[in-house]
């Protein structure tokens, strides 16, 4: 059974950072995308930041203020959010592309973890 666990969220004024972390866990033989995605309340869910085990991408929105980065020891990913402005308010999902032990790749998701900008 894999899990992905999400940490980091909570309310920061606008113009502060926060770290999220989502670890993923079980029988994995290998992963190959990281990434998260958020939705606000009324708002479908979008991607904010992916990496796969060869490169990076962004959504706009997150271009120049987010830096998403892999531990893959560790089964880790990490988004750096700087810069926060209140329309990144949001629930933060981690999303991972993950191939368990007899097992063909799946998607996983976390259970989110809630960001608050707001002063």
């Known amino acids: 059974q894999v899990q992905l666990v999400e940490s980091g969220g909570g309310l920061v004024q606008p113009g502060g950072s926060l770290r999220l972390s989502c670890a993923a866990s079980?029988?994995?033989?290998?992963?190959?995308?990281m990434g998260w995605y958020r939705q606000a309340p009324g708002k479908e869910r979008e991607l904010v930041a992916r990496?796969?085990?060869?490169?990076?991408n962004y959504a706009d929105s997150a271009t120049g203020r987010f830096t998403i980065s892999r531990d893959n020891a560790k089964n880790t990913v990490y988004l750096q959010m700087n810069s926060l402005k209140p329309e990144d308010t949001a629930a933060y999902y981690c999303y991972a592309v993950i191939m368990a032990m007899r097992d063909i790749s799946r998607s996983y998701w976390g259970q989110g973890t809630q960001v608050t900008v707001s002063s």
């Open positions: 990496a796969t085990n060869s490169n990076t």
């Open positions: 079980g029988n994995i033989v290998s992963i190959n995308t």
